[in-house]
């Protein structure tokens, strides 16, 4: 009787627990279809919106790892490596695009490892190592073949030519670009065959062919003509352009780089815009058109302006999509901790139950030896518990610290990615227009006076240039470098002074009146170059935002033993909104009253040297009515000086 009952509770304990499996397999089933769904969805829009469509895998990764789809994961990262490789996180593209061979490997699924395999090549490719790409790309090639996929070894076979051209193996090049064409014309792909053709025009082009590639680009012309691709149009127009500009034939150069721009402009494609314009403006330069030059280069500079702003906003988008990420992977993390600790507890107790039971049986046949033999296996079971348990914690605690390592290291590297992407942006538009003056003058193609005002705008590009490097630089100082500063007696009118002058130019442009109110024996101990910074942004900032005929002061108070400067302006002030985002966030900028740049750095540098300097800044503003910057410091006091109440002095 008590064997049958034994017998009855394992069997039950048994069936509830695979029909707990068979729910959850069931629900995984279920929530596959959704999940394939949204990768996909995701990756439609992968050339319009890389910050929106990596939120949508990122939500994707979670309802994999949740539902244990493995399938879907690969495919998942598969995606999420292509996001990061167009946004040039290499390493982090590598890192994904090898976690989904391995569980596509998992699965068997050829199709995604070989997919994987070719978006591999070509980050190989573009690093130099050309035999490695080879081998990616032939077993990729080998895998659709066997997979019976046309259009993919259309694909890989274009490749292969590519890098054999790359390699300077021209004529295994036209093997390969003409095998795809073949087998494109078979399946009556057209994009295939398109792309074969245009592959060899851009490598007679690069051979100086310049028949063999006219011929190749105006069959490509064609099929992009028929098929109505703008964007395929625009790369053909860019080409011919170039043989032409090559050939000394400017009036066809011009001619199909015009039509190049606009195709490009049509589809907003802003890389082949630019390039298509700087082609018109070297066409021009050739000709000596100082008028075609002039006008393309200003569209050219509207061009990257705008695409400028455009790629700002989305490294900053895109910056807080990764730290989303993070969070929610973190967050996924650890639940899945807590279900795995649920369900190793539920095992251990199914199992203790089943222990107990066997003690129980055994019990009424050898009620003192069994007994004892159970109460060593039991304690010897608990013991082996706790050591698994302190294993777990141990483990837990570890990955926590990886974790914590890893989630450091991505926001330094995210942090360091976009510094630089601004600050490349906004040195390049000087150095840009400084070419292009130099350029100008050197062809004396302008007047002596014409000359003399462009000598003037390249000081204020140059005055630009370092005041931006200093900004960058001192902000790095202040970030990593924590030693004690060198201190000296400063006079705080003077340094103003020397500021307001070298100014000058930006001052007298605007006709911007500067008061200079600060008493003039007001002596701080401090460090000279961290007030400089401190102040020039400052005063770099009122006059940005200062209309024509408008005014600047300075202004300092004693309040016990604190120093308060403030710098006023009656510019355009800011509304609520504007205050807000400026006091909230490390990074923000907007355009001038004169239509003035500005990388954002300015007002982030002034909050963490002040910070460094005990000091602290607030911020008063009025819409229309301009705004005071007024920043109090402590302990700056020299070891003596004198107050004397000078006349208002306008500089």
């Known amino acids: 009787m008590i064997k049958r009952i034994v017998v009855y509770c394992i069997a039950a304990i048994l069936i509830l627990h695979f029909k707990a499996g068979a729910r959850i397999g069931k629900s995984d089933a279920v929530n596959h279809a959704d999940i394939d769904s949204l990768n996909e969805r995701a990756y439609r829009q992968i050339h319009n919106n890389l910050a929106k469509t990596l939120l949508m ?13 493995k399938k879907g994961l690969a495919v998942n990262y598969l ?11 290499l390493k982090r593209a590598q890192l994904l695009y090898n976690h989904a061979i391995d569980l596509s490997r998992q699965n068997k699924d050829e199709y995604n490892i070989a997919r994987a395999e070719e978006h591999l090549s070509s980050i190989q490719r573009n690093q130099g190592n050309l035999k490695e790409a080879g081998r990616l790309l032939y077993s990729s090639l080998n895998r659709l073949e066997k997979l019976n996929k046309p259009v993919d070894m259309v694909n890989i076979q274009q490749r292969i030519g590519v890098l054999k051209e790359k390699q300077k193996k021209h004529d295994e090049a036209l093997k390969m670009y003409e095998a795809s064409c073949v087998l494109a014309k078979k399946i009556n792909y057209l994009y295939g065959e398109k792309k074969s053709y245009f592959d060899r025009a851009e490598m007679y082009a690069d051979l100086n062919n310049t028949d063999s590639a006219i011929h190749y680009y105006n069959i490509t012309l064609r099929i992009d003509t028929l098929t109505k691709d703008q964007f395929g149009k625009a790369l053909s127009y860019i080409g011919l352009s170039n ?15 015009n039509n190049a721009q606009l195709n490009a402009d049509s589809v907003h494609a802003q890389n082949l815009l630019v390039e298509a314009i700087e082609l018109l403006i070297k066409a021009y330069n050739q000709k000596e058109d100082l008028a075609g030059v002039t006008q393309w280069q200003q569209k050219l500079l509207q061009v990257e302006r705008a695409s400028s702003e455009a790629n700002r906003n989305d490294a900053v988008l895109f910056v807080e999509v990764l730290k989303q990420q993070q969070e929610k992977q973190l967050a996924i993390q650890k639940q899945i901790s807590e279900i795995q600790k649920e369900s190793e507890t539920k095992s251990v107790v199914l199992l203790c139950i089943l222990v107990i039971m066997l003690i129980v049986v055994l019990l009424i046949f050898s009620v003192s030896y069994n007994y004892k033999k159970a109460k060593i296996y039991a304690a010897d079971l608990n013991e082996k518990n706790r050591q698994i348990n302190e ?34 942006h906004d040195l390049r538009h000087p150095l840009t227009n400084t070419k292009s003056i130099i350029e100008l003058i050197n062809l004396h193609l302008v007047s ?22 200093d900004n960058l630089l001192y902000w790095i100082k202040s970030q990593v470098h924590d030693g004690k500063v060198e201190k000296t007696t400063i006079n705080l009118y003077q340094i103003l002074n020397s500021l307001v002058e070298e100014q000058k130019l930006s001052l007298q442009k605007k006709e911007i009146l500067i008061f200079n109110k600060v008493d003039t024996d007001l002596e701080i ?12 942004n400052l005063l770099s900032n009122a006059i940005k935002f200062t209309n024509s005929d408008g005014t600047i002061q300075f202004t300092s108070e004693m309040d016990g033993g604190n120093i308060r400067i403030s710098i006023r302006d009656n510019g355009v002030g800011m509304n609520p909104n504007t205050l807000s985002r400026i006091q909230g966030l490390s990074h923000y900028t907007s355009r001038g009253t004169a239509g003035e740049d500005g990388s954002g750095l300015g007002l982030m540098l002034i909050r963490d ?41 306008v500089v």
């Open 448 to 469: 002596n006076q014409e000359a003399g005002h462009l000598y003037q705008h390249l000081e204020a590009q140059y005055n630009r240039a370092i005041n931006l490097l």
């Open 391 to 424: 294993h777990a914690d141990s483990v837990d605690r570890l990955n926590e610290q990886i974790l914590g390592q890893n989630t450091i290291l991505e926001e330094d590297n995210n942090l360091k990615s976009t510094l630089l992407s601004i600050i490349s």
């Open 243 to 257: 043989v032409y500009l090559k050939g000394g034939q400017l009036n066809k150069s011009i001619s199909y780089a």
């Open 57 to 69: 895998l990122s939500d994707a990764e979670q309802l994999c790892i949740k539902t244990n789809y």
């Open 609 to 649: 040297l002040i910070t460094k300097i005990d000091g602290s800044l607030t911020i008063e503003s009025e819409q229309g009515e301009g705004s005071t910057f007024t920043i109090v410091l402590t302990n700056v006091t020299a070891p003596y000086y004198h107050f004397r109440r000078s006349s208002d002095q």
């Open 79 to 89: 995606y999420q490596a292509e996001v990061f490789n167009q946004r040039g996180y």
């Open 525 to 536: 101990y401090a460090e000279n170059e961290v007030l400089k910074i401190i102040f020039r």
